[in-house]
């Protein structure tokens, strides 16, 4: 049974910084594309960031670029986000995702076959 669990979310200040961590159980963590995706309210669950098996490559949504950065862990089969210079439009549910497969980077949430439980994050003005 696979098992992503997030943490790391909280309540900080407009330009403070976060860093979320995904424990992931029951699948070959290191040979798994995975990602992060963030749903705020009344909005469509969008793409944040994803990240290749090794680690090597990344791809970032426009809105997060030069703020975010995604990375991993194999050995602790953990994928973290850290988040600098938050502003209060990245409020939002964040979830950890995975795939079945190591075949590409992947923005659509269609391409992913597991979920975490989402952990919130607020940012305040």
């Known amino acids: 049974q696979v098992q992503l669990v997030e943490s790391g979310g909280g309540l900080v200040q407009a330009g403070g910084s976060l860093r979320l961590s995904c424990a992931a159980s029951g699948l070959p963590f290191s040979s798994r594309t995975m990602g992060w995706f963030r749903q705020a309210p009344g909005k469509e669950r969008a793409f944040v960031a994803t990240?290749?098996?090794?680690?090597?490559?990344?791809l970032l949504a426009d809105s997060v670029k030069g703020r975010f950065t995604i990375s991993r862990d194999n050995a602790k089969n953990t994928v973290y986000l850290l988040m600098n210079s938050l502003k209060p439009e990245d409020t939002a549910v964040y979830y950890c995702a995975g795939r079945r497969t190591n075949a590409g980077l992947q923005s659509a949430k269609e391409y992913y076959d597991y979920w975490g439980q989402g952990t919130q994050v607020t940012v305040s003005s």
């Open positions: 990240i290749s098996w090794s680690g090597g490559y990344t």
